[in-house]
């Protein structure tokens, strides 16, 4: 009913900047809160960076200061702007939505298909 597309990935050299674009369809009545997670080979799943509905935003340590996230209600789509970018940034980076479907109100989390972002030395 939800699906979540997100597109920007790519190789990129350290010291340079990429934009992740997650743009959410479907059955929506409202999204509540999104989260950015990135997972590179042999490790966890980990978050990056959380939306609320309102706009707050929360990040990881290890991206503060260099990652910002934002959202665009209107479009149902959410943003990480990635800038002076380190090799150990490369991962596939995952989107993450908490969304109240119309008709049924349910709340679900529906996760992106996840697009890999490779940080060259």
């Known amino acids: 009913q939800v699906q979540l597309v997100e597109s920007g990935g790519g190789l990129v050299q350290a010291g340079g900047s990429l934009r992740l674009s997650c743009a959410a369809s479907?059955?929506?009545?409202?999204?509540?809160?999104m989260g950015w997670y990135r997972q590179a080979p042999g490790k966890q799943r980990e978050l990056v960076a959380a939306?609320?509905?309102?706009?707050?935003?929360n990040y990881a340590d290890a991206v503060k200061g260099r990652f910002t996230s934002s959202r665009d209600n209107a479009k149902n789509t959410v943003y990480l702007q990635m800038n002076s970018l380190k090799p150990e940034d490369t991962g596939v980076y995952y989107c993450?939505?908490?969304?109240?479907?119309?008709?049924?109100?349910?709340?679900?989390?529906?996760w992106g298909q996840g697009t890999q972002v490779t940080v060259s030395s």
């Open positions: 939306i609320t509905s309102g706009g707050s935003t």
């Open positions: 479907g059955r929506i009545l409202s999204i509540n809160a």
């Open positions: 993450n939505a908490n969304i109240v479907i119309r008709g049924t109100y349910s709340v679900i989390d529906v």
